[in-house]
């Protein structure tokens, strides 16, 4: 499924469906395309050379609020193929509280499970459905019993009606059972057609344990890679309770139960395994956090660079043990990101600088890509706002020139306080429909409402002029 998606995700494609979302840094886009491509492409290529081809790792750097993580996001939506994204902050050295880096992997694989045992459960959806309606329909109408012993023959008295006589058992068990099936078919044809959902019905399912552990320390379970639920599991039988819901309710409940069963677990697990080792990718944001400064430095800077000493044995390739198995990450693709305001490229250890060959810098967004930004991808922030009133009612309007003057207030905020590039449109915007927000719907009527630039500057002048603009520090 991942590969046919793949196939037909050309680079041109990728840039297409990023283009849609993602205002400008079409270098970033097109770096990301081909590394992306690129996994697909190693694919196909022989055996013997294919364990040579290592993916090329990328750092985009630029300031925050110009589309770095909007990337990842949407690079997951399209490539189809595990991928997780972590934030290197949250990373330790070994020894430290917080989590061990191998957990990234252990993540990794735990989406990548999930996501294959829901394409087997889609596979076997239809049959499941039919399991959990013949359990439904053998609660409503309890099959026949056949008896286990065979009906006593009884000898037949001479005389010209002694044979109908010794088959009437026989004809009387036949027909029950034949009025039985008769029945279930008509009552299994309304439940296909969903006449009996209200019903409430009571039957049996699964009760998980309740299995509680606090572990204290640095270090977690996951990052053990031991799954304590399924050891707890195996000791604990399963019980099943009663419950009682509709028949509707009942019917979703027992199609996840049968299709657990028809599942191959072991089969999912290593078919997740070989994806996250051949076309898994991590994205590991705020990767300059745990760059040193240029100077050698005390204290924190002790903990950064061993959590990049930590980062690098898993980028360059080495084994890691998850509670599915041993996980591979020679052939991983890592996509690192940072604003690199304090630090540079350069202070992360050369070592690691190596892994990450293609670098590619994100610009700060002008008035014009403001502009853009707030018209033109599908989920755009004046297209949300648009949508949220309409529910009460209102149509909010947004003009040519209110547009613009939004744009050229939020690059005046940026180029004079700190630069958090789009992720000021939402507080301006905030700031600027904050009475209509409110008002509505008890002030204001069903009625248009319109956006234009001289109403923007009566809300959002005096605040610029003043420099004021606390309000707008995320």
């Known amino acids: 499924m991942a590969d046919s998606i793949m196939k037909e995700l050309t680079p041109t494609k990728i840039v297409a469906e990023l283009d849609k979302y993602i205002i400008g840094q079409t270098e970033a886009k097109r770096a990301v395309a081909i590394a992306l491509r690129n996994r697909w492409r190693r694919q196909q290529v022989e055996d013997y050379l294919r364990e040579e081809i290592l993916p090329n790792n990328i750092i985009l750097i630029g300031p925050t609020g110009v589309g770095k993580t909007e990337i990842s996001r949407r690079l997951a939506k399209l490539s ?7 934030e290197a902050s949250k990373f330790t050295e070994v020894g430290y509280v917080g989590r061990d880096v191998e957990s990234m992997i252990r ?20 049959k499941a459905q039919d399991l959990a309606d013949e359990r439904i329909l053998d609660i409503l109408i309890p099959p026949i019993r056949k008896p286990q012993t065979p009906i006593r023959q009884i000898q037949p008295q001479p005389g010209p009606g002694a044979n109908a006589g010794f088959q009437q058992p026989q004809d009387a068990a036949a027909s029950e059972e034949f009025q039985n099936q008769k029945t279930r078919e008509w009552m299994k044809h309304k439940l296909k057609n969903g006449e009996m959902d209200e019903k409430i019905i009571e039957f049996d399912s699964h009760a998980q344990p309740a299995v509680g552990m606090q572990v204290f320390g640095p270090m977690g379970l996951d990052d053990m890679g031991i799954n304590i639920q399924e050891i707890m599991g195996n000791l604990i039988p399963k019980k099943r309770k009663k419950r009682k819901s509709t028949i509707a309710e009942a019917r979703i409940i027992m199609a996840q139960e049968e299709a657990q069963k028809l599942i191959d677990m072991d089969a999912v697990q290593r078919e997740a395994i070989k994806r996250v ?18 100077g050698k430095g005390q204290g924190p800077d002790v903990s950064r660079e061993g ?22 990450t020679d052939h991983i693709l890592f996509i690192a990101s940072g604003a690199f305001h304090v630090s540079k490229p350069s202070d992360l250890i050369p070592e690691l600088q190596g892994r990450f060959p293609i670098r590619v810098e994100l610009k700060s967004l002008t008035e014009k890509d403001f502009v ?12 949300q706002y648009s949508a949220l009133l309409e529910t009460e009612g209102v149509k909010l309007k947004f003009k040519k020139d209110g547009i613009r003057e939004i744009a050229k207030i939020a690059t005046e905020v940026n180029d004079a306080v700190e630069n958090i590039g789009a992720r000021r ?8 429909l904050d009475e209509i927000l409110f008002d509505v719907p008890d002030k204001i009527p069903t009625e248009k409402v319109e956006i234009s630039s001289a109403f923007v500057k009566e809300k959002l002048d005096a605040i610029v002029k003043d420099r004021d603009l606390s309000k707008f520090i995320l």
């Open 80 to 86: 189809g193929a595990p991928f997780i994204k972590v």
């Open 107 to 126: 993540d990794l694989t735990d989406f990548a499970v999930n996501m294959v045992k829901a394409e087997k459960t889609k596979e076997v959806q239809q």
């Open 277 to 294: 080792e051949n076309s898994g990718i991590v994205f590991i944001d705020e990767i300059d956090k745990v760059a040193g400064s240029s």
């Open 307 to 328: 959590v990049q000493r930590d980062l690098l044995p898993i980028v360059e390739g080495t084994n890691v043990n998850t509670k599915y198995g041993i996980v591979k």
């Open 372 to 383: 853009q930004i707030l018209t033109t991808p599908q989920n755009a922030l004046l297209k």
């Open 425 to 432: 449109l939402h507080t301006i915007l905030t700031t600027l």
